[in-house]
């Protein structure tokens, strides 16, 4: 679940609270639809996002190929049997539930956006590092200024006092 918030720089006229509140409502609705679900949802399961927001490193993305001990590890067998070395993804099951399954909550400070078909990401070995549930809700700083400036630009479209 991700919960993402403005906090607002001065107070809104008690004339304008209530078009205020409805605009902001309906802003962050499509902002957490359009602008994180589906556009930068599907960027979680990819190698560059996992970079750029510090996911921890599996088992043999570290190995060369030519390593022998790398068809064993956990990206061995996984880019052998489905042909991909996305992180969050093993089988393609997580990525195509993400994609099928999000519940958007909005509201006038922010928008909430859960995924109840991810619950296997709270699954973890007991002597593993990896809390997969933690990497899919890390919001790198540029996804935090890009979906604050399309918070702003769908914001002054449905505020008209």
């Known amino acids: 679940m991700f919960r993402i918030e403005v906090k607002s720089k001065k107070p809104v006229a ?3 609270a209530k078009e205020y509140r409805a ?3 309906k802003t962050w609705g499509e902002v957490g639809r359009e602008d994180f679900h589906k556009s930068r949802m599907p960027s979680r399961f990819t190698p560059e996002h996992a970079k750029e927001a510090g996911y921890t490193p599996r088992q043999g993305e570290r190995m060369t190929r030519q390593n022998k001990l790398y068809p064993r590890s956990y990206t061995g067998r996984k880019e052998r049997k489905f042909g991909h070395r996305n992180p969050l ?6 990525k ?3 994609k099928a ?15 109840p ?3 296997k990401l709270n699954l973890r070995h007991s002597n593993s590092n990896i809390n997969m549930a933690d990497e899919f809700r890390r919001i790198t700083t540029r996804e935090n200024r890009e979906l604050g400036d399309a918070y702003d630009t769908r914001f002054t479209r449905n505020f008209n006092p």
């Open 14 to 16: 008690r004339s304008l």
């Open 23 to 25: 605009a902001s409502t």
């Open 89 to 94: 993804e093993y089988s393609g099951e997580s």
């Open 96 to 98: 195509r539930n993400a």
């Open 101 to 115: 399954t999000a519940v958007i909550i909005s509201d006038s400070s922010g928008v909430r956006v859960k995924y």
């Open 117 to 119: 078909g991810l619950r």
